[in-house]
């Protein structure tokens, strides 16, 4: 019978040892990701990118309005069907620049998420790279509700991060 008891002890005693000799760590994603450099860098490329097509539909939305307003401006002078014609043109244009609009829109938010994939992959590689060097157990990353600053490793991952960028 004591053997038994023994065993059991043993067995819930076990865990707690194991536990304790964990090395856990904790990764802020959202801080991460705020403010690493690559997420500056990105957001740059993504700004050259698409600055040329940004320019040229607000170009074609300037054009647009100032038809809209010699329209309304020259619109009692010109005859029903000039008129007609017109309005006619600013429809077609504005059903234009709103499909452009859309265009640009869809093409930004692609280019966005392949950016953020990008990131995320670096950054859980520079949380793998550290993880391996300094002999982590466990990271964890995303979900986390509270952790303290003993195993908080967002500066830690940061500072790789801001290495990397250099």
Do not use: C
């Not at 265009?103 to 992959?121: A, G, M, W």
């Amino acid at each position: 019978m004591k053997f038994i008891w023994l065993l059991f002890a043993l067995m819930i005693a076990a865990p707690a040892t194991y536990a304790a000799d964990l090395k856990i760590g904790v990764v802020n994603a959202g801080v991460v990701l705020d403010k690493s450099p690559q997420k500056a860098a990105a957001l740059a490329r993504l700004e050259k990118e698409f600055a040329s097509r940004s320019q040229s539909l607000e170009a074609k939305h300037r054009a647009l309005r100032a038809a809209q307003e010699k329209l309304n401006k020259d619109g009692a002078i010109l005859s029903g069907d000039e008129r007609r014609e017109k309005e006619r043109d600013i429809l077609s244009d504005q059903r234009e620049l709103q499909r452009l609009q859309d265009e640009y829109s869809e093409d930004l938010s692609i280019r966005r998420n392949e950016e953020l994939r990008e990131l995320e992959k670096d950054i859980a590689e520079t949380i793998v790279d550290l993880a391996k060097k300094e002999s982590f157990d466990l990271i964890l990353y995303q979900g986390v509700i509270f952790a303290s600053d003993k195993v908080d490793l967002t500066d830690k991952v940061l500072e790789r991060l801001k290495a990397k960028a250099q």
